[in-house]
């Protein structure tokens, strides 16, 4: 897919088809996660894949809307510090997602170390994000739209609003 084409086309999405994602396809997202850009190429990150019924369940009750977890194919939490390296690379992995057909929506969490005990993760470990993966329900796709119209469809501020030259 055309990178711009993905960018314009991802949407958040919170119901999922119950088909289940590949795994050379899961393996491409954690990929992208891995070979997101760092400041000063740190990398402060590890991903807890979240597959199981048990798990989802047990992780949604510490998200928002649990319902975007328990009804995606799995999770992945991206551990390490919440900020602009952990943007990225959430990003990269919902847009290589994307780009094989595949959903997704980020999870805010009311009380990070409330998730960080239900993902079992150590002493001073906390989650940046828990993403939710699946097929969407809808069967959309990037391809349905041009560029142009995926552009005029979406509800955002018009760029000349956000947009300032000095």
């Known amino acids: 897919m055309d990178a711009f ?8 999405t919170r119901r ?7 795994a050379d396809v899961r393996g491409r997202i954690l990929q992208a996660g891995r070979l997101a850009g760092s400041a000063r190429n740190r990398q402060p990150w590890r991903f807890v894949v979240i ?3 048990e798990a989802k369940d047990r992780i949604a009750e510490t998200v928002y809307v ?9 999770g992945i939490a991206i551990v390490g510090p919440a900020g602009l390296d952990a943007g990225r690379c959430a990003q990269n992995m919902m847009l290589a997602a994307w780009n094989d057909g595949v ?4 999870n ?13 993760l150590g002493e001073g470990e906390q989650p940046a994000v828990v993403l939710s993966f699946g097929y969407p329900a809808t ?3 990037a391809e349905k739209r041009s560029v142009d119209d995926w552009i005029a469809q979406a509800d955002r501020k018009p760029l000349d609003e956000l947009v300032s030259r000095i």
Request: aromatic letters at 4%; one cysteine or more; charged letters at 25%.
């Open 16 to 22: 999922f088809a119950g088909r289940a994602v590949e």
């Open 66 to 74: 649990p319902g975007n977890l328990t009804g995606a194919d799995f």
């Open 108 to 120: 805010g969490m009311p009380e990070a170390a409330r998730t960080a005990e239900a993902l079992g």
């Open 51 to 53: 597959e199981s019924r």
């Open 139 to 141: 069967g959309r796709t």
């Open 103 to 106: 959903a997704s929506c980020p």
């Open 5 to 12: 084409l993905s960018i314009v086309s991802k949407r958040d």
